[in-house]
């Protein structure tokens, strides 16, 4: 099965700190479509996980646009551009490239 | 308004069987694959199973293989997992996700909690 480590997996920032996340893969994610099918989800205390990013670096609708995706093959990083307060929770890649789909451990987002 | 309510968890025995159910609304449900995703306490979060908009094909996660069944009534607009055989370990929140592409799961319902212990 693929393995997603996510770096760090604890990450203080303050309001309006730029930080990024990295999500590393043991294989490459690229598909032989062409598609790298790496995503990014958030998970805010108590509640359900919500997409951010698809595709690597599309940005969901509705998403502020503070949060950015990038990467390719096994190394994939999510940025966001001046932390607010809602930012914080956990955040996890997930990748759809090979089966089984598998997530990241989760990074959690603290307030410093 | 996309909604995706869960029902069905609870607490069960070793070895036997629950089946949840995920009742979906706000949008055309026949033209979307669904999937269960589920999240152990304090743990992260693990793919369980997917089916198609259609409801014939299904993939499963190593871990539940044989022991669950994802389905789907489409004039219900539900989406089910029955799971058989259950064990300490498959005790979860589990949550309904609406999947638009490979592992992109666009909207997620508040999730139910299963608990597997005697």
């Known amino acids: 099965d693929v393995v997603l480590t996510q770096t760090p997996p604890t990450l203080s920032a303050t309001i309006g700190q730029s930080v990024s996340i990295s999500c590393r893969s043991s294989q490459s994610l690229l598909h032989s479509n062409g598609n790298t099918y790496l995503h990014w989800l958030l998970q805010r205390p108590g509640q359900s996980p919500q997409l951010l990013i698809y595709l690597v670096s599309r940005l969901e609708s509705g998403v502020p646009n503070r949060f950015s995706g990038s990467g390719s093959g096994t190394d994939f990083t999510l940025k966001i551009s001046g932390v607010e307060a809602e930012d914080l929770g956990v955040y996890y890649c997930v990748q759809g490239t090979h089966a089984p789909w598998t997530f990241g451990g989760g990074t959690k987002l603290e307030l410093k | 308004e996309v909604q995706l309510v869960e029902s069905g968890g609870g607490l069960v025995q070793p070895g036997r069987s629950l089946k949840l159910s995920c009742a979906a609304s706000?949008?055309?449900?026949?033209?979307?694959?669904m999937a269960w995703v589920r999240q152990a306490p304090t743990k992260g979060l693990e793919w369980v199973a997917s089916?198609?908009?259609?409801?014939?094909?299904?993939h499963y996660g190593d871990s539940v293989k044989g022991r669950f069944t994802i389905s789907r009534d489409n004039a219900k607009s539900t989406l089910y997992l029955q799971m058989d055989s259950l064990r300490s370990e498959d005790t979860a929140t589990y949550y309904c996700?609406?999947?638009?592409?490979?592992?992109?799961?666009?909207?997620w319902g508040q999730g139910v909690m299963v608990t597997v212990s005697s």
């Open positions: 706000g949008f055309t449900f026949s033209d979307y694959n």
């Open positions: 089916i198609s908009y259609g409801g014939s094909n299904t």
């Open positions: 996700a609406r999947q638009t592409i490979a592992a992109l799961f666009d909207y």
